[in-house]
């Protein structure tokens, strides 16, 4: 009778074993998992800026008129570069990013200092929050995230060009 009861407790000892292993494992797997999560939305984000520069540079370049809503009433929202850099962000489906939080940059900004074949760059910049602890813990709280595109003005931008 004896044997009987140590055969069992050590079945019992082997059953909790294995749960005390897969508990561990079943927790790094699960740190990996959030990590991984955290680390695709941020590749995310990054295509949506660096496709939105893109946007904005390519517009530009056709309409170097039209950098800015100040540039005159035909360069009035959306027509400008600006406009279209953001409206490409807005609309990228599924982004978890705000582009409200999305640093737009054009330079040069100034129509007066393009001409035909003047590259334009776009630079578009977003602060990035990891939602998940352990990516927080090796990153920090954000990480910035930045993409620019340039193209080369197809019109020139001014009437002063030569």
């Keep these: 009778m004896g044997s009987c009861w140590n055969h069992h407790s ?6 909790g074993q294995s749960l005390v292993e897969f508990a561990l494992a079943a927790t790094v797997l699960l ?3 959030t990590g991984v999560l955290d680390l695709g ?13 893109g946007e904005g ?32 962000i807005r609309q990228t489906p599924g982004t978890p990013l705000d582009p409200y939080q999305v640093t737009i940059t054009i330079t040069p ?4 200092q393009i ?11 977003y602060s990035f ?16 995230l930045r993409a620019y595109a340039v193209q080369r003005a197809l019109n020139h931008g001014s009437s002063s060009c030569p």
Excluded: E
């Design 10 to 15: 050590s079945d019992y000892r082997q059953r």
């Design 57 to 88: 540079a390519l517009y530009a370049a056709m309409n170097p008129r039209c950098i800015s809503a100040a540039d005159g009433p035909s360069c009035a929202t959306p027509n400008n570069a600006y406009d279209r850099t953001f409206i490409a």
């Design 115 to 125: 001409c035909f074949g003047t590259p334009i760059t776009v630079s578009t910049t």
């Design 129 to 144: 929050t990891m939602i998940t602890p352990i990516m927080r813990g090796m990153f920090g709280s954000g990480v910035t």
């Design 109 to 112: 900004n100034d129509p007066a």
């Design 31 to 33: 740190l990996l998992l």
């Design 41 to 53: 939305r941020m590749y995310m984000a990054w295509v949506a800026i660096q496709d939105a520069a």
